[in-house]
């Protein structure tokens, strides 16, 4: 075979070669372009999310922010939708802002609702299982369930839906944490267990933190909010003590009769 026929021969050969190493190198470009596109995109989602509230670092073990120094007495809130702010660590003072009402059930098995509360104020306090603080906050509680009682207060805790089976079981493993937490002081006068719905749970906190309280009049108007109990006893107190003066002095009013 003469030298010209085999170089023909080779010509198709070397251009098939030519040409699939020319394929290869054009998708790995694209396989590169498509990867570096994807990991931009990731970076501007991760960069754009807002930072969450501390919920898993509360329920993994490390208690809720208390309120910096000089904020116990609260600031202004025109909205319920400022129940949040406690999830923050900033109390928050109402100026008689109505409760959102929503069902829970009650240690009984039965629906009740924050609107059936109304006639006494009552402090509600949302916990979740696993959360240290809550863990924490509950024998604070019951330590000074006689202070808060004293101002005519009722404390109601409630499971944040979603943390808890529904209905009566859930409200079982609820006070099997608040008793793992601080033995049968749980159980006393004053001081009821309940399971929230998914509605009253959005309502009063919406971010899901656990360890939130609201302290609502005897007239179904929110009065203070805040979360850790244990962090924040000396301002719930504070609070729960202006609630019943507000009371005594309105009811002297209403029952006061003009001298001749």
């Not at 073990?61 to 000089?70: D, F, L, N, V, Y």
């Not at 829970?104 to 306090?125: H, K």
């Not at 009566?168 to 009821?192: I, M, N, Q, Y």
Request: charged share 10%.
């Amino acid at each position: 075979m003469s030298e010209g026929t085999a170089g023909r021969r080779a010509r198709p050969r070397l251009a098939l070669a030519l040409s699939v190493v020319l394929l290869g190198a054009c998708a790995y470009l694209v396989v590169g372009q498509v990867l570096a596109a994807r990991a931009s995109s990731s970076l501007r989602s991760a960069t754009s999310v807002p930072a969450r509230t501390p919920a898993a670092t509360t329920r993994s073990g490390t208690a809720s922010q208390p309120p910096a120094a000089g904020t116990g007495g609260g600031t202004a809130a025109t909205s319920p939708s400022s129940a949040g702010s406690a999830a923050s660590g900033t109390a928050a003072t109402d100026q008689g802002t109505p409760a959102p009402n929503g069902q829970y059930t009650t240690e009984a098995g039965t629906t009740a609702t924050i609107a059936s509360l109304r006639g006494e104020p009552v402090l509600v306090w949302f916990v979740a299982g696993g959360c240290a603080s809550c863990a924490a906050s509950i024998p604070a509680v019951a330590a000074h369930l006689a202070e808060i009682r004293a101002t005519g207060v009722r404390v109601l805790t409630l499971g944040l839906y979603g943390d808890f089976s529904t209905g009566g079981k859930g409200v079982a493993s609820l006070l099997a944490f608040g008793r793992s937490a601080a033995g049968s002081t749980v159980e006393r006068p004053g001081w009821s267990w309940g399971m929230a719905s998914r509605q009253l749970s959005v309502a009063y906190d919406p971010f899901g933190v656990p360890d939130v309280y609201v302290l609502i009049g005897p007239h179904g108007t929110l009065r203070y909010r805040n979360s850790a109990p244990v962090s924040t006893m000396r301002q719930l107190l504070a609070a729960a003590r202006r609630v019943r003066q507000r009371l005594t002095v309105a009811t002297e009013a209403a029952t006061s009769v003009p001298c001749c």
